[in-house]
């Protein structure tokens, strides 16, 4: 008698570089990871044996259902138009088996109202390179937004050289 394979299907919307992608598929999971950045797959392809498919979630059109859907991580706070959180989460609802799971994370606001989101730094390094990176939160309560201004700046320990490199990630809360 064949057997059924009772695991779970599971898709990850937003898996970035597909560390989780690779712990649920050493458990034998049939998993699926989207993503919007190409690079980022190509790090998460080098992890785990499994599909990956480069999307933007909120234009995301599978012909197939799933088990669990997995947003984690600020995915969600990327998308800071109504409209198109609305879109992500009609595809969501298409994705998911009529009894699937949709599990997510999003900033708490009245959290980030109460608690403001605070500068940080970070240093990691090893023998090739240092790296710092600046974390400075600009909160735009009207409109539910932290702009988060990152700064990194990298040392390049064999020839001594120095980069900056400047991002603003909107989120929404």
Known sequence: KEQKNTSPKIIE??????????????????????????EMLNV????????????????LNLNEKFDICLVMFDVLGYITKNKDLI????????????????IFEVWN?????????????REVENENMKIIRFTKPELKASENIVDVHFTYLIKNKKDNTMEELNEIHPMRY
Do not use: F
């Open 13 to 38: 919307l937003g898996c970035g570089t597909g560390n989780y992608l690779k712990i649920l598929g050493e458990k034998g999971y049939d998993i699926t990871g989207v993503d919007i950045s190409g």
């Open 44 to 59: 998460a392809r080098k992890k785990c044996d499994c599909r990956l498919i480069e999307s933007d979630i909120s234009n």
């Open 87 to 102: 879109k992500t989460l009609e595809n969501i609802y298409n994705l998911l088996n009529p009894k699937g799971l949709l």
């Open 109 to 121: 606001g009245p959290a980030v109202l109460y608690h403001h989101p605070e500068q940080r730094i």
